[in-house]
């Protein structure tokens, strides 16, 4: 029974327990009770699911149904329904859809409940219809939502089960990838990955007022892009809520300076987390997530008007830090870091997403088929690892190929470099960009980056017009910001022109890193250049980016 694509996408998870039992056959049907279900034909069609009209579900005797969600007239089915959740336990309020013409769960008469704020999937409204519970059984992933459900709907008790989470123990054991993860979303060895998560409504990190201007623009203005990746992680209600093409459009600013925006109806998100290095998330289940698998977080945005007040989200929210818009973003996500690894209250947290780790393939399994009434297959039932996604995500694979402010610290025959993205800066200079220079391509389609850039790059393989300019009195006419142009060369080196006529050309020497680049060299031309009395001579100086261990020898000679 799938309600939309982010049930659908939970309810895959569970059914792989049935894989190789020629046995069980599976058919889908949309419940057709969300507002939010556009697409969900389409993921059938695209996943070869066979699927039948909801109608038909209702008229037929299955042996099984399964849902993981609430949604719909359910108590309709003529057949036996095992409910679970579809994020990490039950966190959430969710109140029932005005105006859609849809509902969020069985219609006709309603329960009352008890009129306190309970977790959706726990109380009497979505469990029971006149009276009677809906769901056969009742999965939970730990003992915690048992107690919180023996409050709440004592009479739903005796047919929960406490399962495990399958979401949880699939990432447990892809861990050990987690370099392969790494690799196929294009990180590069050194780089660090932050995962910025998003749930769907109001107070997600993209709904919230501050959000789209602030949090993720932050995270791409201040994190240096040569040592930091960051991806968006976009709750699917969002992507199908306001339609793929609208979403990918509000974020293009950001996709085109480096932020890796992946579908919301894959793995991918799975395979990021495993790769992450840091969260900026929410209130949804995939800051939870991140939490139990020990990645240090901050929050972004939290909604605690839309999270159940005695659920684990709730202490979610009470101990992680909320992302503040006074101090460094880095500084932040560093200090969490340092703080959350032996933190006593995060490690009981943790505890509370399953409360039978890496059990959760062999207790569904077993639940599943003693309600078809057939053994179990004779071959272990375990987690299947998070497939490597085939391709990256949408967003600009080199993001230091835009306008950059660069700043170099040099010091004992070292230099250090850290590039920020030009537009995403604020027009005010952000506190990081203290000293920093401008580096722009000459061609940029922005005119105003070269025209204001300290230090223009001209690729190799572009026609060289400017190289025939031996007048900076006409450089500076058509780049009125120019201290220099730096030619790039074969092997990432440059020659470089410079203001006063001197000619230098440097040259990347021994084993070169794979971040070494013309437009490195250049910056650090740049501010030898600027720190020289006098005309600027030959310099050896060994470079890195940001804090990479790894550093490459730059050769600068006079011409």
């Known amino acids: 029974m799938v309600h939309n694509i982010t049930s659908a996408t939970r309810l895959l998870d569970l059914l792989t327990v049935f894989e190789g039992d020629r046995r069980v056959q599976t058919v889908f049907a949309c419940t057709e009770s969300s507002a939010l279900d556009e697409g969900t034909l389409e993921f059938f069609n695209s996943r070869g699911m066979l699927h039948i009209p909801w109608e038909e579900a209702t008229v037929h005797r299955f042996d ?140 997600s ?42 979403l990918q459009s509000w974020l293009a600013p950001l996709t085109e300076h480096g932020l890796l925006l992946p579908v919301p109806d894959t793995e991918t998100w799975k395979a990021a987390l495993l790769a992450a290095d840091g969260i900026i998330g929410d209130h949804g289940s995939l800051t939870m997530y991140g939490i139990a698998l020990g990645i240090p977080a901050i929050l972004g945005s939290f909604a605690e008007s839309k999270v159940a007040p005695q659920s684990p989200m709730a202490r979610l929210g009470k101990i992680l830090p909320r992302c503040s818009a006074h101090r460094p973003l880095l500084s932040q996500i560093e200090e969490a870091a340092a703080v959350q690894q032996d933190s006593v209250e995060l490690r009981q947290l943790r505890a509370t997403v399953t409360s039978r780790p890496g059990e959760s393939a062999a207790l569904l399994r077993r639940l599943f088929y003693e309600w078809l009434e057939l053994p179990e297959p004779v071959t272990p039932a375990r987690s299947r690892v998070v497939p490597v996604p085939s391709t990256v995500p949408v967003g600009n694979s080199s993001p230091a190929q835009r306008p950059v402010y660069a700043s170099v610290t040099s010091e004992e025959g070292r230099a250090t470099v850290q590039r920020y993205p030009a537009p995403m800066q604020r027009r005010t200079m952000e506190r990081h960009l203290s000293g920093a220079h401008l580096v722009a391509d000459i061609d940029d389609p922005d005119a105003g980056w070269p025209r204001s850039a300290d230090v223009l790059l001209m690729p190799l393989g572009r026609p060289r017009h400017v190289a025939g300019i031996v007048s900076w009195e006409a450089i500076a006419a058509l780049y009125p910001g120019c201290t220099l142009l730096a030619l790039e060369e074969p092997e990432g080196g440059c020659l470089a022109l410079l203001r006063d006529g001197v000619r230098l050309r440097a040259r990347w020497d021994g084993r070169r890193p794979s971040w070494t680049s013309a437009a490195i060299a250049a910056s650090v031309i740049h501010d030898h250049a600027m720190s020289t009395v006098g005309s600027p001579g030959p310099l050896r100086v060994q470079v890195a980016i940001g804090a990479e261990a790894e550093t490459g020898l730059l050769v600068v000679d006079a011409l």
């Open 64 to 203: 099984l149904a399964i849902a993981t969600s609430r949604g719909g007239d359910l108590q309709k089915l003529r057949t036996p329904l095992i409910g679970a959740p579809h994020g990490a336990g039950y966190n959430k309020l969710l109140k029932r859809e005005a105006g859609s013409g849809k509902r969020e769960a069985g219609s006709g008469k309603r329960e009352a409940g008890s009129g306190k704020r309970e977790a959706f999937g726990l109380s009497p409204e979505w469990l029971s219809h006149e009276g009677r519970i809906v769901p056969s059984a009742i999965v939970l992933s730990h003992d915690e939502q048992r107690d919180r459900l023996a409050v709440s709907c004592p009479e739903a008790v005796p047919v929960s089960v406490v399962a495990g989470d399958p979401c949880f123990d699939q990432l447990q054991v892809s861990a050990p990838f987690r370099e392969n993860y790494r690799q196929a979303l294009g990180i590069r060895p050194g780089q660090k990955l932050i995962v910025v998560s998003s749930t769907w409504g109001r107070g």
């Open 205 to 246: 990190i993209l709904a919230s007022d501050e959000s789209e201007t602030d949090v993720l623009r932050r995270v791409l203005a201040e994190l240096p892009v040569d040592e930091y990746r960051v991806l968006a992680a976009v709750h699917c209600n969002a992507w199908y809520g306001h339609g793929a093409w609208q």
